[in-house]
Nanobody, 124 residues
Framework: QVQLVGSGGGLVQAGDSLRLSCAAS????????MAWFRQAPGKEREFVAA????????FYADSVKGRFTISRDNAKSAVYLQLNSLKPEDTAVYYC?????????????????WGQGTQVTVSS
């Protein structure tokens, strides 16, 4: 079992930055592809970014490419999402997820473990 705890969300203004963190316990994350998804009120959960277990593969949704950066520190069993140039449409609950030896898929059904979510609110 892997327990994931997301943190770092908050209320910011458009153009500001945030750094989300996802810490794991129970098992090391080194064998897992990791991803961030988000869910806005009334909308389906959507893919944001993913990183393969080695860190060599990086994948982003078109809506965040160039603004968000996913990274990982396997020694700390942690994954991060740097959010820059935030827009009001980025407002959502952000979830981290783990896929055992995954390839960084955008398919949320492939992910085995999920964090509890952290709220990001961007005001205009």
């Amino acid at each position: 079992q892997v327990q994931l705890v997301g943190s770092g969300g908050g209320l910011v203004q458009a153009g500001d930055s945030l750094r989300l963190s996802c810490a794991a316990s129970g098992r090391t994350l080194s064998s897992y592809a990791m991803a961030w998804f988000r869910q806005a009120p009334g909308k389906e959960r959507e893919f944001v970014a993913a990183i393969t277990w080695s860190g060599a593969g990086l994948f982003y949704a078109d809506s965040v490419k160039g603004r968000f950066t996913i990274s990982r520190d396997n020694a700390k069993s942690a994954v991060y999402l740097q959010l820059n140039s935030l827009k009001p449409e980025d407002t959502a609950v952000y979830y981290c997820a783990a896929d055992y030896y995954g390839d960084g898929t955008r398919n949320l059904d492939r992910y085995d473990y999920w964090g509890q979510g952290t709220q990001v609110t961007v005001s205009s």
